[in-house]
Antibody, heavy 115, light 107 residues
């Protein structure tokens, strides 16, 4: 069974770039599609984007100008970058295996945007 | 972008009750809909995919139905472990969207 673990800074300054990595175990990162999803405190789930096995990416239209996703097959990881962050980007960020639906989730990592 | 609207936003129920949550899509998504359960401080867990397919290991008291633009998640007999927030999610297009969630509370 594929397991996922998010990692990255828990605190990011406004206007800087948020960078997170998701480490994949129990399977190859190049064999599946992957998504990032976030959840602000007390709010619902927001899909950020996904990357497929060819490296093609699809982003939430509301975030597309600031988001980049990539895969590192040598490390069996995939990553998320969100640029020009504001307090509104403060959230728990989840990585997930994308089968259309999220068929496996990481535990989530809290990222706070604050100076 | 496809919008999903869940109702109700909050539901108060007792153990043993039959509970139904509705998810409406802004356009047809055929049966490309999933349901998740989330408990406080935890990642969501997949319950149902393709509108009515039960994920392995999920109790049979959970069921999903619907097609096109209207879908339901039913819990046939609410158990103490089922008090949580439930989300629907569509995957009809390259983009995915979630409903706003339905919190099931103890009556």
């Amino acid at each position: 069974q594929v397991q996922l673990q998010e990692s990255g800074p828990g605190l990011v300054k406004p206007s800087e770039t948020l960078s997170l990595t998701c480490s994949v175990s129990g399977g190859s990162v190049s064999s599946f599609y992957w998504s990032w999803i976030r959840q602000s405190a007390g709010k619902g789930l927001e899909w950020i984007g996904r990357i497929d096995t060819s490296g093609s990416t699809y982003y939430n239209p509301s975030l597309t100008s600031r988001v980049t996703m990539s895969v590192d097959t040598s490390k069996n990881q995939f990553s998320l970058k969100v640029g020009s962050v504001t307090a509104a980007d403060t959230a728990v960020y989840y990585c997930a295996r994308d089968s259309g639906f999220a068929s496996g989730w990481g535990q989530g990592t809290l990222v706070t945007v604050s100076s | 972008d496809i919008q999903l609207t869940q109702s109700p936003s909050t539901l108060s129920a007792s153990v043993g009750d039959r509970v139904t949550i509705t998810c409406r899509a802004s356009q047809s998504i055929v049966t490309w809909l999933a349901w998740y359960q989330q408990k406080p401080g935890k990642a969501p867990e997949l319950l149902i995919y393709k509108a009515s397919s039960l994920e392995t290991g999920v109790p049979s008291r959970f069921s999903g139905s619907g097609s096109g633009t209207e879908f339901t998640l039913t819990i046939s007999s609410l158990q103490p472990d089922d008090f949580a927030t439930y989300y629907c999610q569509q995957y009809n297009s390259f983009s995915r969207t979630f409903g706003q969630g339905t919190k099931v509370e103890i009556k």
